[in-house]
């Protein structure tokens, strides 16, 4: 791996770090708060394509599991990765990687393109990974999981629309753009 890939990877860590310095929404009816990490998330797969961006998610990972305090409310260590949050924590890299390869599919993306993939793939999905595992902990059923999750979802379109937008407008700069070159081939070798 390049000193470069090294430098946007820990980059890209460090965004999803910042985000996690803005205090939760705690809700009273679920222990999920409501977060602008999915920002984050958006933003790695959308600037630094599948693999890279899936890397920094795991490294961002890694840093809450060794208890850097670097989640949303400050928490970090081993045990959020057995809480309610979960399954959408182990989500995050995957979500990365899909929306880095999607955008790896497209010869030129427009602000559109971007948003669906990233209300699609990024926010469908997130909760694909993480309403089970939520319902799985707290012992509710399913639906009931669903029903609840209902509430993050106009806050979760808003963050998409605000990462879309981010994501648009950084492609253009080089400094990212090269990132997005030294990625391009994804979809042929992610690793």
């Avoid at 809480?83 to 899909?98: D, E, K, M, Q």
């Avoid at 427009?110 to 939520?134: D, E, K, M």
């Avoid at 707290?138 to 209902?150: D, G």
Wanted: no cysteine; hydrophobic share 55%; glycine share 10%.
């Amino acid at each position: 791996m390049k000193t470069k890939e090294m430098m946007y990877i820990a980059l890209f860590a460090a965004v999803m770090g910042a985000l996690g310095l803005i205090p939760p929404i705690m809700l009273t009816f679920t222990p999920v708060p409501i977060t602008l990490q999915t920002i984050g998330f958006l933003l790695a797969g959308g600037i630094l394509g599948a693999r890279l961006g899936a890397y920094s998610q795991i490294l961002y990972l890694l840093l809450v599991a060794v208890g850097m305090p670097i989640l949303s409310g400050g928490r970090g260590g081993l045990s959020v990765f057995v809480g309610p949050s979960a399954g959408y924590l182990f989500g995050y890299p995957i979500v990365t990687f899909f929306i880095g390869y999607i955008f790896s599919l497209f010869r030129s993306l427009r602000f559109r393109h971007i948003l669906i993939v990233n209300l699609t793939v990024g926010v469908f999905l997130i909760y694909l990974l993480g309403i089970p595992v939520q319902a799985f902990i707290m012992h509710l059923s399913l639906l009931k999981t669903i029903k609840i999750s209902l509430v993050y979802i106009p806050g979760d379109i808003v963050k998409a629309i605000f990462a879309s937008f981010l994501v648009y407008k950084l492609r253009k700069y080089p400094f990212f753009n090269r990132s997005i070159s030294n990625s391009k081939n994804a979809h042929e070798s992610p690793f």
